[in-house]
Nanobody
Framework: QVQLVESGGGLVQAGGSLTLSCAAS????????MGWFRQVPGKEREFVAG????????NYVDSVKGRFSISRDNAKNTVYLQMNSLKPEDTAVYYC??????????????????WGQGTQVTVSS
């Protein structure tokens, strides 16, 4: 099973930007679909963005389209989430997740096998 460690979270003003990184270890992720999810206390975990194992396909929740961008560097075994024009409603713990070998891109958390511990993103108004 792959181990995932997120970094790059923090406090930012509305309108600002952050880049989250997800470093994988234990196995290569170059054949695994990857995703970013977020969760606010008291609410269900929400899909944010996903990228296919080949990197050719991505999808996003409607609320972040045009502002967030997911990418991957398989040589570095790392996935990124570039977040621009941040809003207070983006405040959450952000989690990186890995899907199954040669799996399909999915927005469902049940389709992901491995999860990081999360990184806090706080956007002030």
């Amino acid at each position: 099973q792959v181990q995932l460690v997120e970094s790059g979270g923090g406090l930012v003003q509305a309108g600002g930007s952050l880049t989250l990184s997800c470093a994988a270890s234990g196995r290569t992720i170059n054949r695994l679909p990857m995703g970013w999810f977020r969760q606010v206390p008291g609410k269900e975990r929400e899909f944010v963005a996903g990228i296919s194992w080949g990197g050719g396909s991505t999808n996003y929740v409607d609320s972040v389209k045009g502002r967030f961008s997911i990418s991957r560097d398989n040589a570095k075994n790392t996935v990124y989430l570039q977040m621009n024009s941040l809003k207070p409603e983006d405040t959450a713990v952000y989690y990186c997740a890995a899907g199954p070998f040669l799996g399909s891109l999915s927005n469902q958390d049940a389709r992901y096998d491995s999860w990081g511990q999360g990184t806090q993103v706080t956007v002030s108004s």
